[in-house]
Structure formats: structure tokens, C-alpha cells
């Protein structure tokens, strides 16, 4: 079993981006031959600052670390160390549709944030799709927000596959059953995101215990009292019970009673609690891997060079049966 993810490396990392991401990946590395990519290449495609761009890479490098993937068990690198990305991604381009990539959804909010909207942003999907299927994968663990772009990647490996022949594999997503999406804490309608919303409304995988306490307490509650899952009538409390189940490993069954005759306040105040016993052990791992970046490039040179291995056959085989004269 053959197991792919990537998350950039720009904007501070949320507790949406461990529910969707971090914890999936420590879970999913026990499964098989696990790859996870710091998709620097994807942090391009809207304006950035090189020194964060920089900085971000061995951050998230720390973080995925400190979340618990094992540098023994799962290839963690950096997306740019392994050419066969961006070559892919080019490749790719030809066998995805203009008007494909026009109706993504993350295209169109991240397009009308922006004044300049980039070549680069437009053809994000591609990429992505080269990730996935440069390393034959069979799952990808992913948050909710990513299921477009992942039925994008199936689509175009099935035309590549129709027009050139069998090349790759077809690859399912896994999401988590609570927490896929992870709501903004202070517009629990909208997804908790990097770049939309305000600091009030995101658990920073860095906040210090007070602040997640206080984010948590002044999170938008709904009318009523009781602590009950339920999307339509009271998306805020239900966030909450999902960040609960993310912080505790219990079902939203299992919270529901827990908490069955408490208040709003009593519940919010386990909530924060939860996180924090959750978030300070991550973060005292994170802070020795950080200090330490020679180690943290030791460790991403071992991975590119295992995904580098990993990635040519594919590669190969692409520019072989598209017709690309190989030298002899
Ligand atoms: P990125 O960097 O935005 O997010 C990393 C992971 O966090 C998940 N996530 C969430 N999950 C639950 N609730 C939320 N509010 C929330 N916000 C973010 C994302 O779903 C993701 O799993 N395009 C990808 C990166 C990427 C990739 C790939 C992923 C590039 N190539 C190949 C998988 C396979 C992205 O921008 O993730």
C-alpha cells in the first residue's frame, strides 16, 4: 500500500491542518510505503516572501516530525528537491482541461483574493496531480477541502491511461470521519483556513495554553444549551465536538454523552483543556526539532533522495509512451 500527502509550507499550521493532515499522516505511515511532501512549489502560486517561504520549509519539516512521522518508516521531503514534480506537473498540463481547472473551487476563492492571479495558481491541480500518481499511490489522507483536487487527479490519470496506456495507478482519498473540515472558530460556517478569517477564529498549532483556552471560551456558541451534533442547527457547537474527538480519539457519540446535562461553558472549558493536553507535548518536540536545522536537513536530503528513486520510473514511463525521443 503506497500512501502520498503534501501540505505547503506557508502560513502557520492550524489544528484544521492536524486534523486533515498531521494526524492522518502519523496514522497512515503504519500502513505501508508512506511518502509525505512539503509542497513548497505550491506556496508559489500566490504572492509570497522568500524568508517565509524559506523558514516555513523547515517549520513544517519540524512539525511533521513532531506529530509523529518516523524518519525510519515514512520519506519526508521537500517538493522542489525532486525535479520530477515540476516535470510532471508539465506533462500533465496537456491531458487537463482548461475548463477543469476553471471550476475548482479553491481556484475561484483563492483567485478573488487576489489582484494579481498567476499563471502558477491556475495550474496548482496539475501539480498536485503529479504528486499523487508520480509515486503510484494507492491512498491519500487528506482533509474535505482537498476532495476536488483529488477527483481532478483521478480524472486525469484516467486519460493519461486511456490515451497512453496503463502508467498509474488510481488513487482513493482518505478523510477523517470527524474533523474533516474543521470550521472557523469564530464563523463556524466558513472552514477554518490559513488564509481567510482572523487569528481569533484558528488554534495555532504554537499558541501557548492561554490562547487556545481563550479562542476556545469566546468561540461562537449557538442558541440553546445543549451540547448536541447537529451541522444545520448549531454548526458551532458541532465544531467544537469534532475538535473534542480530534483532541480525544472519542466518537461525537461519546462526547455527546459526556457532556449531556453540562452547559455551553462547562463544555468549552474541556474543549480548551483537551487541546492543550493535546497541543504541549507536539509543541516541546516541535521546539527541540527546530533547533537543531542541521539535522532537519539531514533528515529531508535522506527523504528527497528516496522520492527521487521513487519518482523516475514513473517519470520515465510518462515521456516514454507521450513519444519523447530518449537519448540511446
Ligand atoms: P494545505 O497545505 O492547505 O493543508 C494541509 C492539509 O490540511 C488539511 N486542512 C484541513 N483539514 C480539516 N479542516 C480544515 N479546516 C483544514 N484546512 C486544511 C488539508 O485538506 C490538507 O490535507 N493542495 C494541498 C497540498 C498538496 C497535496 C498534494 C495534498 C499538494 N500536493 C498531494 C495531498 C496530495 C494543500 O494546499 O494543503
Same mark, same amino acid.
Given at each position: 500500500?503506497?500512501?502520498?500527502?503534501?501540505?505547503?509550507?506557508?502560513?502557520?499550521?492550524?489544528? $484544521?491542518?492536524?486534523?486533515? $493532515? +498531521?494526524?492522518?499522516?502519523?496514522?497512515?505511515?503504519?500502513?505501508?510505503?508512506?511518502?509525505?511532501?512539503?509542497?513548497?512549489?505550491?506556496?508559489?502560486?500566490?504572492?509570497?516572501?522568500?524568508?517565509?517561504?524559506?523558514?516555513?520549509?523547515?517549520?513544517?519539516?519540524?512539525?511533521?516530525?513532531?506529530?509523529?512521522?518516523?524518519?525510519?518508516?515514512?520519506?519526508?521531503?521537500?517538493?522542489?528537491?525532486?525535479?520530477?514534480?515540476?516535470?510532471?506537473?508539465?506533462?500533465?498540463? /496537456?491531458?487537463? /482541461?482548461?475548463?477543469?481547472?476553471?471550476?475548482?473551487?479553491? +481556484?475561484?476563492?483563492?483567485?478573488?483574493?487576489?489582484?494579481?492571479?498567476?499563471?502558477?495558481?491556475? $495550474?496548482?491541480?496539475?501539480?498536485?496531480?503529479?504528486?499523487?500518481?508520480?509515486?503510484?499511490?494507492?491512498?491519500?489522507?487528506?482533509?474535505?477541502?482537498?476532495?476536488?483536487?483529488?477527483?481532478?487527479?483521478?480524472?486525469?490519470?484516467?486519460?493519461?491511461?486511456?490515451?497512453?496506456?496503463?502508467?498509474?495507478?488510481?488513487?482513493?482519498?482518505?478523510?477523517?470521519?470527524?474533523?474533516?473540515?474543521?470550521?472557523?472558530?469564530?464563523?463556524?460556517?466558513?472552514?477554518?483556513?490559513?488564509?481567510?478569517?482572523?487569528?481569533?477564529?484558528?488554534? !495555532?498549532?504554537?499558541?501557548?495554553?492561554?490562547?487556545?483556552?481563550?479562542?476556545?471560551?469566546?468561540?461562537?456558541?449557538?442558541?440553546?444549551?445543549?451540547?448536541?451534533?447537529?451541522?444545520?442547527?448549531?454548526?458551532?457547537?458541532?465544531? !467544537?465536538?469534532?475538535?473534542?474527538?480530534?483532541?480525544?480519539?472519542?466518537?461525537?457519540?461519546?462526547?455527546?454523552?459526556?457532556?449531556?446535562?453540562?452547559?455551553?461553558?462547562? +463544555?468549552?472549558?474541556?474543549?480548551?483543556?483537551? !487541546?492543550?493536553?493535546?497541543?504541549?507535548?507536539?509543541?516541546?518536540?516541535?521546539?527541540?526539532?527546530?533547533?537543531?536545522?542541521?539535522?532537519? $536537513?539531514?533528515?529531508?536530503?535522506?527523504?528527497?533522495?528516496?522520492?527521487?528513486?521513487? /519518482?523516475?520510473?514513473?517519470?520515465?514511463?510518462?515521456?516514454?509512451?507521450?513519444?519523447?525521443?530518449?537519448? /540511446?
Amino acid at each position: 500500500m503506497k500512501v502520498f500527502s503534501g501540505i505547503q509550507p506557508t502560513g502557520e499550521p492550524h489544528i $484544521g491542518n492536524y486534523s486533515g $493532515g +498531521f494526524r492522518q499522516y502519523a496514522a497512515t505511515q503504519e500502513q505501508g510505503e508512506a511518502y509525505f511532501c512539503i509542497v513548497d512549489l505550491h506556496a508559489i502560486t500566490v504572492g509570497h516572501d522568500p524568508k517565509e517561504l524559506y523558514d516555513g520549509t523547515l517549520d513544517i519539516g519540524a512539525m511533521l516530525f513532531a506529530t509523529g512521522l518516523d524518519p525510519e518508516r515514512s520519506t519526508v521531503f521537500v517538493q522542489s528537491h525532486v525535479t520530477a514534480h515540476a516535470e510532471a506537473a508539465w506533462l500533465l498540463g /496537456s491531458v487537463t /482541461s482548461f475548463g477543469e481547472l476553471r471550476r475548482m473551487t479553491q +481556484f475561484k476563492e483563492k483567485a478573488d483574493q487576489q489582484e494579481f492571479v498567476s499563471a502558477a495558481l491556475f $495550474g496548482y491541480p496539475t501539480l498536485m496531480a503529479g504528486d499523487i500518481l508520480l509515486y503510484q499511490t494507492d491512498i491519500v489522507p487528506i482533509g474535505d477541502d482537498q476532495r476536488q483536487h483529488l477527483e481532478l487527479t483521478r480524472d486525469v490519470a484516467e486519460r493519461f491511461n486511456q490515451r497512453f496506456g496503463e502508467t498509474f495507478r488510481i488513487p482513493d482519498g482518505v478523510y477523517p470521519e470527524a474533523g474533516a473540515r474543521v470550521m472557523d472558530l469564530q464563523e463556524p460556517t466558513k472552514k477554518m483556513s490559513k488564509s481567510f478569517g482572523t487569528e481569533a477564529g484558528k488554534v !495555532l498549532l504554537m499558541d501557548d495554553a492561554d490562547t487556545i483556552r481563550r479562542k476556545v471560551k469566546r468561540a461562537v456558541a449557538d442558541s440553546g444549551r445543549e451540547v448536541r451534533h447537529d451541522l444545520d442547527e448549531k454548526p458551532g457547537i458541532s465544531n !467544537l465536538i469534532e475538535l473534542m474527538t480530534v483532541a480525544t480519539g472519542e466518537t461525537i457519540q461519546e462526547v455527546e454523552a459526556r457532556f449531556d446535562g453540562h452547559g455551553y461553558g462547562d +463544555f468549552k472549558e474541556a474543549v480548551g483543556e483537551a !487541546l492543550v493536553a493535546l497541543l504541549t507535548p507536539i509543541q516541546e518536540r516541535y521546539r527541540e526539532l527546530r533547533s537543531d536545522p542541521a539535522e532537519l $536537513g539531514r533528515l529531508l536530503a535522506i527523504g528527497a533522495d528516496k522520492a527521487r528513486e521513487a /519518482s523516475a520510473p514513473t517519470l520515465e514511463a510518462m515521456y516514454e509512451r507521450m513519444g519523447f525521443a530518449q537519448p /540511446s
